[in-house]
């Protein structure tokens, strides 16, 4: 029997669902920051703060979709690097 089975079960489609559905969130935001201009909405926050990641520092900001990612890891951005961002 497959290991990895045996850890997920019959819950497997529901992990794997869930990781695809996650995957492309990330993929549509991460293609949009690099390929559109920032919009005008709530989307906004994201652009920026993924912004700082490639055009600041690349040691900071490396979630794309969900930045609280950042804030668990430690590699949240500080206050001096949004304002010159927004420079």
Do not use: C, Q
């Not at 609280?68 to 949240?76: A, K, P, Q, S």
């Amino acid at each position: 029997m497959d290991t990895f089975y045996l850890f997920t079960g019959d819950y497997v489609w529901y992990l794997f669902s869930g990781f695809l559905a996650g995957y492309s969130t990330y993929l549509i935001i991460h293609y949009s920051v690099h390929r559109y201009r920032s919009p005008r909405n709530f989307l906004k926050i994201l652009w920026r703060h993924h912004s700082l990641h490639h055009y600041y520092s690349d040691e900071v900001a490396f979630s794309v979709s969900f930045p609280v990612w950042d804030w668990i890891f430690g590699t949240l951005p500080t206050r001096k690097s949004k304002e010159l961002l927004k420079e």
